[in-house]
């Protein structure tokens, strides 16, 4: 079922062929938007050749574009009966674009739907059934149902490995998703170890120049970064940008999320400008898709804010964090981890400005969030309590400092001794 490869492992052809292509067909089918065709033109469309129009638009990240094509051609396929494998991915579709745009609960009730008739359709341990499991997931994880989303990935694996070896590319992707959970899940041992058989699978199918690979090695990188491993992390994501620049050219907004990853690296060595630099730049890149529901700009304004407050620009710091708070309660909740961990970004401001009662509120509404998300160890429950740790030195309290550091130490160490078994395991 095409609809389950929209999110697939690539196929050995550039992006940039498929990019011309996709424009040559928006030219002579589409125009500028859904309703650029005559009225009478657009009757005659199929609802597969409404889909594959909107494909072409999200495989270019226009999913503002897309919608409108895949919504009319799901109207089209309910009205045939007999046509139960277009429906299907005529959601599906839809389920992976309204993920894109952030309406998660139309996105898991579209999936799920899908999902149910794609069971009736083919075989219970079909490939395309696990494609579906994927999306499922990345719905999950958007709305910050981390256990559920391993879960529709384990079971998207089990799928896989019932018509592929391990050692197949086709399980690529799978791992690569499984690693952002356990991410998520604070597990950066065992995603690390996804991450690495991944790199293996995708290098020895596609190659190290492959674009696919470069993705996979920026999203590594920005685990590295996590783990203030920045020395292993900054080769990687030269390569991520080497590669993407050759395919989209320096001024694409796919190219964001690895200059916030160099960012990152940059602020780490203290080459302040140079960050403030790659994120501004990454911001622009956005152009109209930075709105108020873009996570990917919420990300970009909060690591611009972290690199205000540390370079003593507190205005702008403030500014840019109330933006992405905003962004990132909007599409996430405002009891997500995303949203705490802004939270915490602006405490840290605040004790910076002196604003300690303010510091210390949003210290306990991230903290209490995150408890409430995850177990007590989590790595950004630790983040928060230095942060804590960092309010207490302000006011002098040492005693209370003392016991928040404790219980860093605390996580680290049981963090060490709860997940390396684990890394080993997904081995």
Not at 192 to 203: D, M, V
Request: net charge positive.
């Amino acid at each position: 079922m095409m609809a389950a490869k929209i999110s697939a492992f690539p196929r050995k052809r550039t992006t940039g062929v498929l990019i011309l292509v996709a424009v040559l067909v928006l030219i002579l089918f589409a125009g500028d938007s859904a309703g650029a065709a005559p009225k009478h033109i657009r009757q005659k469309r199929s609802s597969k050749t409404l889909r594959m129009m909107a494909r072409l638009y999200m495989a270019c990240g226009d999913y503002d574009k897309a919608r409108p094509l895949a919504e009319q051609g799901l109207r089209l396929a309910r009205k045939k009966p007999d046509s139960d494998s277009e429906l299907c991915s005529c959601m599906l579709d839809l389920a992976y674009l309204y993920t894109n745009q952030g309406d998660l609960d139309d996105a898991e009730a579209m999936c799920k739907q899908g999902l149910e008739l794609q069971k009736k359709i083919y075989y219970e341990w079909h490939p395309y059934i696990a494609y579906a499991l994927r999306i499922l997931s990345d719905i999950y994880q958007g709305q910050g149902k981390y256990s559920q989303a391993a879960d529709a990935l384990d079971q998207a694996m089990s799928i896989m490995l019932k018509s592929h070896l391990p050692n197949e590319a086709a399980l690529a992707p799978f791992r690569v998703d499984m690693a952002g959970v356990l991410v998520k899940q604070g597990n950066l041992a065992a995603a690390e170890s996804c991450y690495q058989q991944a790199l293996e699978l995708i290098n020895n199918s596609y190659g190290p120049e492959h674009l696919y690979t470069a993705r996979v090695l920026g999203r590594l990188a920005k685990l590295y970064v996590l783990q203030k491993k920045y020395a292993e992390a900054r080769p990687l994501i030269d390569r991520t940008l080497a590669l993407q620049e050759k395919v989209y050219g320096k001024n694409h907004h796919f190219l964001a999320p690895a200059r916030l990853v160099m960012a990152r690296i940059c602020q780490a060595d203290g080459q302040y400008d140079k960050a403030e630099q790659l994120l501004k730049i990454s911001l622009a890149s956005l152009g109209s898709k930075q709105d108020s529901t873009n996570p990917l700009a919420g990300e970009l304004l909060n690591a611009l804010a972290e690199l205000y407050t540390a370079s003593g620009r507190y205005s702008k710091a403030e500014q840019a964090c109330q933006s992405a708070l905003k962004i990132t309660a909007k599409r996430f909740g405002p009891d997500s981890d995303n949203t705490a961990m802004v939270l915490n970004n602006m405490a840290r401001l605040y004790i910076k400005q002196e604003k300690y009662a303010e510091a210390e509120n949003l210290c306990t509404k991230a903290l209490t969030t995150l408890e409430n998300l995850f177990d007590d160890n989590h790595p950004c429950v630790a983040e928060v309590l230095e942060t804590m740790v960092q309010l207490q030195q302000r006011v002098g309290n040492t005693a209370e400092a003392a016991k928040l550091e404790a219980r860093i130490e605390q996580i680290r160490e049981l963090r060490k001794v709860a997940y390396e078994p684990v890394a080993k395991a997904v081995n």
